[in-house]
């Protein structure tokens, strides 16, 4: 974790028998800023982080409309870390669209080279202890959990709000979306498996932002070729890809979890397809066509169901499908082991 920030009350020292040439400036709330520079003609590691601090002042500085956390959040659209979103969000940080740099609103602080593990709001209190955010002295920050009905997580950095009388008195950037009729038609491709309603989120002022560059992107992916070839409709498995981009901003760790969510996708649609008919007035031909669909494997959709799994009990699978799976597609509990069933 590399800090690039000024921070209150902080006097930046090179040491060296050099003298120092020392600039004092005055942030918000008449906290004073101590920035000291080696003099010219020294160059050092000082004098390139100079250049780069030269372009980011005190916290009065700092980028406006980030004291609402619904707000830093948007700016991870392009994201490219290993550090969650909403979790940067959450502790007061802000993307600034290059690299992996945040900002945070309140004390201007920056951070960057995230490393997998780093957790944001310890880098925040580890390199700036005295932002006023952390501090709870700040007033301004309206976290996600003060609007209520907004979605959370990765899916927030692609949909955008239309601001509110309160929250700007400019003209729209988008008038024709203050008609909801025309943010309902941005949801035209709004994948079905995300669990948010489009009339919800139109109603509550967002519209969507489509970046199929980055979702279709996940369809290259090997476990998603092995789900194509295991027989899974195409529509279906771009779908279930592209609303797990929306709601976690990556893709599936593993095949099992991809084939467990297309199967219990399946099944519900076909739940949904099938109209409930009573079991005294179906044929005989009927009760046979059903009892095979019972037997059969959930997940080819082809052979008989063979394989049941240890602990859960569950017999969904045939024996071939039965090695890729690692969590039962029925109860999704971890597969501890297998045992062949005869059928008579």
């Known amino acids: 974790m590399i800090r690039w920030s000024i921070s209150m009350n902080t006097t930046m020292v090179r040491e060296g028998a050099f003298s120092m040439d020392t600039l004092e400036t005055r942030g918000h709330d008449g906290m004073q800023w101590d920035i000291s520079w080696p003099p010219d003609g020294q160059r050092s590691a000082m004098d390139s982080a100079r250049e780069v601090l030269g372009s980011w002042g005190p916290p009065g500085a700092v980028k406006s409309g980030m004291e609402r956390e619904a707000s830093r959040l948007r700016t991870f659209r392009d994201w490219p870390g290993s550090v969650s979103p909403s979790l940067l969000a959450r502790a007061g940080f802000f993307y600034l669209g290059t690299g992996d740099r945040v900002q945070c609103f309140s004390c201007g602080g920056i951070l960057r080279s995230w490393e997998p593990g780093d957790r944001a709001d310890t880098e925040h209190h580890k390199y700036f202890p005295t932002c006023p955010f952390l501090r709870g002295t700040e007033p301004s920050n309206v976290p996600i959990t003060q609007q209520p009905d907004l979605p959370d997580g990765h899916i927030l950095s692609q949909i955008h709000r ?158 071939d499908c039965a090695p890729n799976l690692r969590h039962c597609p029925i109860c999704r509990a971890t597969i501890r082991g297998s045992m062949r069933a005869f059928m008579s």
């Open 162 to 319: 239309l601001p509110g009388e309160q929250e700007n008195d400019d003209p729209a950037v988008y008038p024709e979306l203050l008609d909801m009729t025309n943010r309902m038609g941005t949801f035209r491709n709004w994948p079905q498996h995300t669990g948010l309603s489009p009339e919800q989120l139109a109603a509550a002022g967002f519209f969507y932002t489509d970046s199929p560059g980055h979702w279709q992107d996940f369809l290259q992916l090997s476990i998603v070729q092995d789900a194509l070839r295991m027989g899974f409709d195409e529509s279906l498995v771009a779908s279930v890809v592209q609303s797990r981009f929306l709601m976690v901003g990556a893709p599936h760790s593993c095949l099992s979890d991809l084939v467990s969510e297309l199967v219990d996708e399946t099944v519900l649609a076909e739940e949904e397809s099938v109209p409930q008919t009573s079991e005294t007035t179906l044929t005989t031909e009927e009760q046979l066509r059903r009892l095979k669909e019972e037997r059969m494997c959930k997940v080819c959709m082809d052979k008989d169901s063979s394989m049941v799994f240890v602990p859960c009990g569950h017999l969904v699978v045939c024996m």
